[in-house]
């Protein structure tokens, strides 16, 4: 898709809201203190953004009143990447930011959280009390022996202990990491073994789709495999009693204690994330507390344009880069809405009753619950109050275009129309490389533009910049979230060749995208599973965004496998609709729609029907493991096991390989 495909915006931001936005604010500002361009609005701002990469950063910390407890030395001393050191001398703790809205007296009593179970019944928790139970946690830990640089884990689902657990865990200089408790006790381990934590919280289970899963057998495997815990905190979701030797929550949040704050140099660890880990051990990735502060600040801060009168919902699970994402939301002064439960239950409509219930104005969720919707025939916006909703943002692969017409029009009738963000980053650098920008118009199938302090580039095999082309998704300037190192790394070589190894200094994702001539960007899929017919390289999402139109699909696979003798195979897997059948007609279909909406080269093979489409815990589609088991590699050595949400669906790809052998 190029910029001349769509020429009319589906939305433009009035006038009114333009003016009102924290990033017209902000440029105004820093124009007037740094020489940011007054003129020439995003695009502008923008441009300058990346030419003026230091005095850029140092603008967003004055503009957001960062509070160094250590002045720093300059805003950037080396800018090599990997390497890049970011306001050296700094010191400051991330908590400290997170909890300001606290110090308010007219703030103290409103909410910081709204948790929602499957009732969907909002429970408030008031900054104050977020407060004084992170102060409480904090000494807690720090009585346990936990010093900054100690390991402290969440077994845990998105409710406020765990935000709680977070926020006190960074204002003692300690380091984070967490999973959802539907990961199996072996893809917790591949996470937390890596890391040796020496706390662990946990859940004795969680609730989702209507029913309870007790998970106290996987805690004692847990605590047995994980020998460098000193302690483990229950936390009775459930209702059980604590295991033999495990400390009570209430008993480690009851005091009423003001949180005392660590000060750490900026590139202290914060956090570790994991990548999905399908055809390995997950990468185990370290960002700052100082990166992670001043990039989130600019994220939500200018480009969702939060502040202290939002309401931030977002669905996802504690073991997804979204939810370090939305706890950052406090960041602001924004309310964020944790939900803990099934996307769709007790129907389809379930996240935006909870838009509704907590008066949610952005709302944030997955590509495929918006197209699930569709398919549905849900209407949101006659169905529920959603009158406060001034954005919906999607994340998780690329929105295809039937997702913003169809949110377009059922919100045709909202004063000003809804304004559709669909975002793209990664968990490398929790955050996004192009996405939400309040002031720009947003085009069909399109991200409205390359975040500020992203020098994005669609890139060719040479490193020649592309145009209106699709490319190598790269970022040639430093982002302060990128990844201080990878635990366990300690040369360095495994991170360099994550993201080095293909062009030197220059970070590549492994997206394919264009850059289109207007200035927005399009996502056509991970490069690392590419599709090449005839030397011509094609992006899946492409193909899936034209199937999952056809309302017999639920959803589809498709991989291409180098042959043995120089052929390329390429089958399409369809999960099929409830009721609908494979015949002749709807393979006809399938390929009829794919040749007319994209090419003769796009059309599959074969279309094969499956019982389901596998994917990551966090719900991705998994492309590169079962082109691996389709040419041949044994299931052990194809994929991480512990890493894959139905491991029943793989044995028909290894079973499919072994008789076209």
Not at 53 to 61: G, P, R, S, Y
Not at 490 to 516: E, K, N
Not at 559 to 588: C, K, N, S
Not at 632 to 644: E, H, I, Q, R, Y
Request: net charge negative.
């Amino acid at each position: 898709m190029t910029s001349s495909a769509n020429p009319a915006p589906l939305w433009q931001p009035s006038p009114e809201r333009i003016a009102d936005a924290q990033v017209t604010r902000f440029q105004a500002w820093a124009a007037e203190h740094y020489g940011a361009p007054a003129d020439g609005g995003y695009e502008a701002l923008h441009r300058w953004s990346v030419a003026e990469l230091d005095t850029f950063w140092k603008a967003v910390t004055d503009w957001f009143d960062v509070r160094f407890t250590t002045p720093y030395a300059r805003v950037l001393g080396d800018r090599a990447m990997p390497g890049a050191a970011w306001f050296p001398g700094a010191t400051l703790n991330y908590a400290e930011h997170a909890l300001r809205a606290a110090e308010d007296p007219t703030r103290a009593d409103t909410p910081a959280l709204l948790h929602v179970d499957e009732s969907h019944d909002p429970q408030p928790v008031t900054w104050a009390e977020l407060r004084r139970q992170v102060g409480s946690l904090a000494a807690e830990l720090r009585t346990l022996g936990v010093r900054p640089g100690d390991r402290v884990s969440g077994y845990l689902p998105n409710i406020p202990q765990a935000v709680v657990a977070l926020l006190a865990t960074a204002a003692v200089g300690a380091v984070w990491t967490s999973c959802a408790p539907d990961f199996g006790a072996r893809s917790v381990l591949d996470r937390f073994q890596q890391v040796e934590p020496v706390v662990l919280f946990t859940v004795d289970g969680y609730r989702y789709g209507g029913k309870e899963h007790d998970r106290r057998d996987t805690v004692a495997e847990l605590r047995s495999e994980l020998p460098s815990l000193r302690a483990v905190v229950h936390i009775p979701l459930l209702g059980t009693e604590a295991p033999e030797g495990a400390l009570e929550w209430s008993a480690l949040t009851a005091a009423d204690v003001a949180p005392t704050y660590e000060a750490v140099p900026f590139d202290h660890p914060l956090w570790v994330l994991y990548s999905s880990g399908t055809t390995g051990l997950p990468k185990a990735i370290v960002q700052s507390q100082g990166g992670i502060l001043v990039e989130h600040l600019k994220q939500l801060g200018l480009h969702c344009d939060l502040g202290p009168d939002d309401r931030f919902f977002w669905y996802t699970s504690t073991g997804w880069m979204m939810w370090n994402f939305l706890v950052s939301g406090l960041l602001t002064g924004t309310t964020i809405v944790l939900y803990d439960g099934s996307p769709g239950y007790p129907d389809t409509g379930a996240q935006w009753r909870i838009a509704e219930r907590t008066g949610a104005t952005l709302f944030g969720t997955s590509a495929a619950y918006v197209m699930a919707c569709r398919k549905a025939d849900v209407h949101p916006a006659r169905d529920f109050d959603l009158s406060r909703v001034t954005c919906v943002a999607t994340t998780g692969s690329p929105l295809p275009p039937d997702g913003f017409r169809w949110l377009h029009d059922e919100f045709a009738d909202t004063p000003g129309g809804l304004w559709t963000a669909s975002v793209s980053g990664g968990t490398d650098v929790c955050s996004c490389f192009a996405g939400a920008v309040p002031t720009l118009p947003v085009h069909i199938g399109e991200l409205q533009a390359p975040c500020l302090g992203t020098d994005l580039q669609a890139w060719d095999p040479q490193g020649k910049p592309l145009t209106d082309e699709v490319g190598e998704l790269v970022v040639t300037n430093p982002m302060p979230s990128m990844p201080i190192h990878f635990w366990n790394d300690p040369d360095g070589t495994r991170y360099h060749d994550s993201y080095f190894d293909t062009y030197p200094g220059v970070w590549r994702h492994g997206d394919w995208i264009t850059l289109t001539s207007r200035g927005s960007v399009v996502i056509h899929g991970r490069s690392d599973s590419t599709l090449n017919r005839q030397g011509v390289r094609m992006g899946s999402a492409d193909i899936y965004e034209a199937v999952e139109r056809l309302p017999e699909i639920r959803e589809s696979l498709v991989i291409g496998v180098e042959q043995p003798d120089g052929g390329y195979w390429m089958p399409l897997f369809v999960h099929l609709a409830e009721g609908a059948t494979l015949d002749d007609g709807l393979r006809d279909r399938i390929k009829r729609t794919i040749r007319e909406q994209l090419s003769p080269r796009h059309v599959p093979d074969e279309v094969i029907e499956v019982a389901g489409i596998p994917h990551t815990l966090t719900g991705k589609r998994i492309e590169v493991p079962v082109k691996r088991l389709l040419q041949g590699t044994p299931m052990d050595k194809a994929v991480n096991l512990g890493s894959v949400d139905n491991l029943d669906l793989l044995g028909f790809y290894e079973d499919l390989a072994r008789k076209r052998a």
